[in-house]
């Protein structure tokens, strides 16, 4: 069974920093491409960013609020994905999902995919 | 960017079919997949690839896509579908970033 836990959610300043991790277990992570979804109080789901796996080269996107405040990384070795949160802004303020994303790369490109499994999700709120 | 438009709300009885639409520029050309997320639960897969189902999600589910629109369709509507439904796209002109429509919530009457 696959299962995503987060965890590292809080309370934090803006301007501050904060780091979620989502423990993978029940597939195998080397191999798969990750991503984090967020979800605003009250409003609709937008994408954060991804990692892909080593073998497709390991690289990452992010969308474009994010984009230099927020890095993704993994640790394949603990099956564990990471999602550091620099100069945090209150509009940052959501829950945040880690996702399995059904991607893959072949014959020099690359096709992003669904996201098929989700965790339950750990709550980041930027508030002074 | 590209956007994703979606109906705020549709309501059905009961056993009736209920079609929820997602527009976007040309979305034919695209993988339209949706999402289903009931309250303080996360969002789970319904359909993917425009049309196909992941193992464990009923036949009630179908969804189609042509032209500048996408639907998720949901036959014979049961009180336990009440819930918002995202249509979601990746953006390829923009290094395949990942877009959202905005959700509808589906009410059951």
């Known amino acids: 069974e696959v299962q995503l836990v987060e965890s590292g959610g809080g309370l934090v300043k803006p301007g501050g920093s904060l780091r979620l991790s989502c423990a993978a277990s029940?597939?195998?992570?080397?191999?798969?491409?990750m991503s984090w979804v967020r979800q605003a109080p009250g409003k609709g789901l937008e994408w954060v960013g991804r990692i892909k796996s080593k073998t497709d080269g390991g690289t990452t996107d992010y969308a474009a609020p994010v984009k230099g405040r927020f890095t993704i990384s993994r640790d394949d070795s603990k099956n564990t994905l990471y999602l550091q949160m620099n100069s945090l802004k209150t509009e940052d303020t959501a829950v945040y999902y880690c996702t399995t994303e059904e991607g893959y790369c072949s014959g020099g490109s690359c096709y992003p995919g669904p996201f098929d499994y989700w965790g339950q999700g750990t709550l980041v709120t930027v508030s002074s | 960017s590209y956007v994703l438009t979606q109906p705020p709300s549709v309501s059905v009885a009961p056993g009736q079919t209920a079609r929820i639409t997602c527009g976007g520029n040309n979305i034919g050309s695209k993988s339209v997949h949706w999402y289903q997320q009931k309250p303080g639960q996360a969002p789970v897969l319904v359909v993917y690839d425009d049309s196909d189902r992941p193992s464990g999600i009923p036949e009630r589910f179908s969804g189609s896509n042509s032209g500048n629109t996408a639907t998720l369709t949901i036959s014979r509507v049961e009180a336990g579908d009440e819930a918002d439904y995202y249509c979601?796209?990746?953006?390829?002109?923009?290094?395949?970033?990942?877009?959202f429509g905005g959700g509808t919530k589906l009410t059951v009457l």
């Open positions: 029940g597939f195998t992570f080397s191999n798969a491409w």
């Open positions: 979601q796209v990746w953006d390829s002109s923009s290094d395949h970033r990942g877009v």
